[in-house]
């Protein structure tokens, strides 16, 4: 029966993303995708990964698909030429369908083979795990044992936002910030963005134990920020190039600071003080969120201040 | 065959999928999005594969893949930005050597 | 204090990411280049601890490896991080003054995540963390080319933002199925484990393409020519330079680290071949184009294919000559970083003199402005391996080492690649003696342009006679590692 369940998930998410790959119109093409973003949340839970689907729903659904959706808007004035799948004249369609079937193939015939892993690192991680000053195993990995990846990965997260606001700075147009026509949904965003800004805490405090976390968290966050924008409060404090950037690096700068310290005290980087590392997890976490959440939004922020330029000429 | 398993022939099945439409593709959303499946396809196999060797949950390729979803994020944010600026200035959602004779 | 040199590689860098988001033009400058000199000084420490102690690991945050992520100085990684460090500082004193204030602005923090990301891929003996270091290695280099903004240069971006992402998807497949079969990530310890089943021939075969396609091999290269071309000279000089030799050196470690030259031949042969027509048709290319910086960026194509041309030689049944390609190929390495950093500043100074693209408006820069054509010309006797230079030292090893194997499929590709260096270097020359009319009517480039190309191509020119002081921190035969 579960077998089942698993195939039909399979079945659905082969579909979807055919059809994200191949249907006509762009516009459904991006909703096949986020779709297939929520089904894959359904997978991974079936996967006993409870913290992927939080991410994958809230990141990789939510944000990527919010910032395609955006881009979308933006891409309507060039033309769209819909997927020449017909043209098997094309020696790039040969190419593309013979290295997509290679790529299976060979694929299937590597994780066919029989597996018997000469090391098992899921016992170190349990057994290293009252070290780390967290229960949860994820947060352990990612904010100790391997935290250096966490580090980089923070970096890549603050080059990406550089990027934008690179490529922002020659345009002229400043943020316009419409407010919402409807009052009531106004007064109701209101409402919301505490509740969420409480969500966002509670799966950053929860991420010690169970599921949850920095990047979760900050996805979350992003959204409350979002909301924020649209009702129309504080605006300008993203506009200040300081405070942005500030908000991006602050995450980082924590972790950076935290990391640096035991180096002065003749131990290595990363390291945290014993006993105490559970404080300075929550600590470089909270920063982390913040930062993410900060990062996030101001891409969705960035995006609105550089509409297309519509031109006479082609 | 294990959940586990089925996934990651899943997985195999998005890479290819998603390699066929990034090489096809020459929109650069099309391309982008099915560079998106591809990095999925991958965390799928990373953990289910990973998993269904050891018969229960591994933390280790779960935590990569959450590292691994935000890099994606990142890159794929950083790539719309590029194309939103390129359609901008030449009105084009295609590389120009892609654009073809119109 | 002991921990400090080596994590001062990743730390120092991240720093200076972080001042130059933080701190007002004039101070970003200031402390740039104060880190700058820290990293340099850092780097000269950790050469002396490493002929005090010799190779050494440290493991991130106290957790050794498999559980933590170590990082490990040895002479290989020691070798690649001076050589980032030499090549960065002079190319950081070339943007300051070449580019734009408002350009310098947004320059800094993306040079100071490259270097950290160049650092954590010199270091990392973590396969995932190699992904992740490959990532923020892209994504700064894909934001250094599009800081020009305009369209052309948003096309090379883009080309080039899609052949890495490709790149680094393969690569972490290879990751996934690696991790699966032997269920660790440390590349010490999957050393131990590690034998050619058919999973890990297909995991390393996806890593190895990925790594390729970031590399610029041919057939995988045409990304290449309008990114490191199109870019701003500082820019084009760092890419071509040390982007490029990261995930070159990854694909190395792995040659090397899990005794591929052990393996069937033809895996070798193939890397050969694909080498072959890389310098093949770099230089063929090269010789046909009629802008500057492409001709110096075609270069770079053929000069890969050099690189490659150590694989068919590392064999375990001639250690010797095994050693000798190993060796060879690193001088090549190096030798390349210094005279391409050279050769596209260089470059950079003459597209700024004549103020166009094209080969035909050098006409009369020998005459008017020899410093440069000088430092250009160093530069090219290092491309062009004759010697004394770090280029020849590099082809004259692997020339004896395919000798010695009795491959001589491969000498006679390095020479017909010398050749064809030559030409392309001799035909941009003859462009500068023609005589032209009307005097001295170029622009002068500030001498602080013009010395610091001349002192990578010096270097590039030194490194022939010091190349014996380079190789001896490599162990004596690291190739047959057991």
């Avoid at chain 1, 409060?233 to 972790?255: E, M, P, R, V």
């Avoid at chain 2, 594969?49 to 933390?59: H, I, K, P």
């Avoid at chain 3, 690649?80 to 950081?92: E, G, H, R």
């Avoid at chain 3, 160093?378 to 000798?403: D, E, R």
Wanted: glycine share 8%.
């Amino acid at each position: 029966m579960n077998e089942l369940i698993d195939l039909t998930l399979v079945c659905i998410l082969l579909g979807l993303a055919s059809l994200s790959l191949f249907t006509q119109s762009l516009f459904r093409a991006v909703m096949f995708f986020i779709l297939l973003g929520l089904i894959l949340a359904l997978v991974w839970i079936r996967l006993d990964a409870p913290d992927i689907a939080l991410a994958e729903a809230a990141i990789g659904a939510g944000i990527t698909g919010i910032l395609l959706l955006d881009a979308l808007a933006h891409l309507r004035a060039t033309s769209n030429t819909p997927p020449q799948l017909r043209q098997l004249k094309q020696p790039r369609f040969w190419l593309a369908l013979i290295s997509g079937a290679g790529v299976i193939l060979l694929l299937a015939l590597a994780i066919s083979e029989p597996l018997a892993p000469a090391v098992a690192l899921d016992l170190q991680v349990s057994e290293n795990l009252t070290n780390s000053g967290v229960t949860h195993p994820i947060t352990a990995i990612l904010l100790n044992f391997r935290s250096y990846d966490t580090l980089l990965e923070v970096a890549v997260l603050v080059l990406a936002a550089l990027v934008a606001v690179t490529l922002r700075q020659s345009d002229e147009h400043p943020v316009v910030n419409e407010y919402l026509p409807n009052p009531l949904l106004h007064a109701c965003l209101k409402l919301f963005f505490p509740m969420i800004f409480l969500v966002s805490m509670y799966l950053l405090w929860a991420g010690a134990a169970q599921p949850g976390g920095a990047f979760q968290a900050g996805a979350v966050l992003a959204a409350a920020f979002v909301l924020f924008y649209l009702v129309g409060l504080k605006t300008q404090l993203a506009q200040n190039d300081i405070y942005l950037k500030g908000g991006w690096i602050f995450g980082l700068a924590l972790f950076v600071l935290v990391g640096s310290m035991p180096l002065l005290y003749g131990q290595p980087f990363l390291t945290y003080p014993d006993s105490q590392a559970g404080i300075f997890i929550l600590l470089i976490e909270l920063g982390l969120t913040l930062s993410i959440g900060w990062i996030l939004f101001s891409m969705f922020l960035l995006s609105q201040s550089s509409p297309l330029q519509k031109k006479d000429s082609p | 065959m294990s959940s586990y398993l089925i996934f990651a022939y899943g997985g195999v099945g998005l890479c290819g999928i998603g390699v066929f439409g990034f090489i096809l593709h020459t929109h650069l959303l099309r391309r982008l999005i099915a560079f998106n499946l591809l990095g999925s396809g991958t965390f799928l196999i990373l953990v289910g594969l990973s998993q269904s060797g050891r018969g229960e949950a591994d933390y280790i390729p779960q935590a990569l893949v959450l590292t691994g979803i935000v890099v994606a994020v990142a890159a794929t944010a950083l790539a719309l930005v590029l194309i939103r600026r390129w359609a901008a200035l030449t009105q084009h959602a295609t590389l120009p050597e892609d654009q073809g004779p119109s | 204090m002991v921990h400090f040199p080596m994590a001062g590689l990743v730390v120092f860098p991240l720093l200076g990411a972080l001042v130059s988001l933080a701190l007002s033009q004039r101070w970003r400058t200031l402390m740039s280049f104060a880190l700058i000199l820290a990293l340099l000084l850092n780097n000269a420490l950790l050469l002396l601890q490493f002929y005090s102690q010799g190779m050494f690991n440290e493991a991130m945050g106290n957790w050794p490896a498999p559980l933590g992520i170590e990082l490990r100085i040895d002479g290989l990684a020691l070798i690649f991080s001076l050589m980032s460090a030499i090549v960065a500082s002079i190319c950081a004193l070339y943007a300051y003054v070449y580019l734009r204030p408002a350009q310098l602005k947004l320059f800094w923090p993306f040079f100071w995540f490259l270097w950290v990301a160049l650092n954590s891929i010199w270091l990392s003996s973590d396969l995932f963390n190699l992904y992740v270091g490959l990532e923020l290695l892209s994504l700064a280099a894909v934001g250094l080319v599009a800081l020009s903004r305009d369209a052309l240069s948003l096309a090379a971006a883009l080309r080039y933002l899609f052949a890495a992402l490709l790149g680094s998807i393969g690569y972490l497949l290879g990751v996934a199925l690696l991790y699966a079969t032997y269920g660790t990530l440390s590349l010490v310890e999957l050393s131990q484990h590690f034998s050619l089943t058919l999973s890990s021939s297909v995991a390393l075969g996806f890593m190895f393409i990925g790594l390729l396609m970031k590399t610029a091999v041919f057939p995988m290269h045409s990304w290449l020519p309008p990114a490191h071309g199109g870019a701003l000279t500082p820019v084009s000089a760092l890419l071509s330079a040390l982007v490029i030799k990261a995930s070159f050196y990854i694909v190395l470690r792995l040659w090397t680290e899990l005794s591929l030259d052990s393996a069937p031949t033809s895996a070798g042969l193939l890397m050969g071949i694909l080498g072959s027509a890389a310098i093949l048709w770099g230089g063929w290319m090269a010789l046909h184009q009629t802008h500057l910086k492409l001709v110096v960026a075609y270069s770079t194509l053929a000069q890969i294919g050099y690189f490659m041309l150590i694989f068919p030689l590392l064999s375990d049944t001639n250690p010797h000559a095994s050693h000798l390609a190993f060796q060879g190929g690193i001088l090549m390495l190096l030798a390349h970083a210094l005279a391409k950093a050279g050769m596209f500043l260089a470059a950079g100074n003459l597209l700024f003199c004549t103020g166009q693209k094209d080969l035909h408006s050098l006409a009369g820069l020998s005459r008017y402005r020899p410093l440069n054509i000088f430092a250009f010309g160093l530069a090219g006797v290092s491309i062009m391996g004759l010697p004394p230079s770090g280029g020849f030292n590099g082809k004259w090893l692997i020339i004896q080492s395919a000798m010695l194997q009795s491959q001589w499929q491969w000498v006679l590709v390095i020479l017909l690649g010398s050749l064809l260096s030559a030409a392309y270097i001799f035909r941009v020359f003859s462009y500068t003696y023609q005589e032209v009319e009307g005097g001295d009517r170029f622009k002068q480039p500030s001498p602080l342009l013009e010395w610091s190309a001349l002192s990578l191509s010096v270097l590039s020119i030194l490194l022939g006679f010091a190349s014996m002081l380079v190789l001896d921190l490599l162990p004596s035969h690291s190739v047959v590692t057991q």
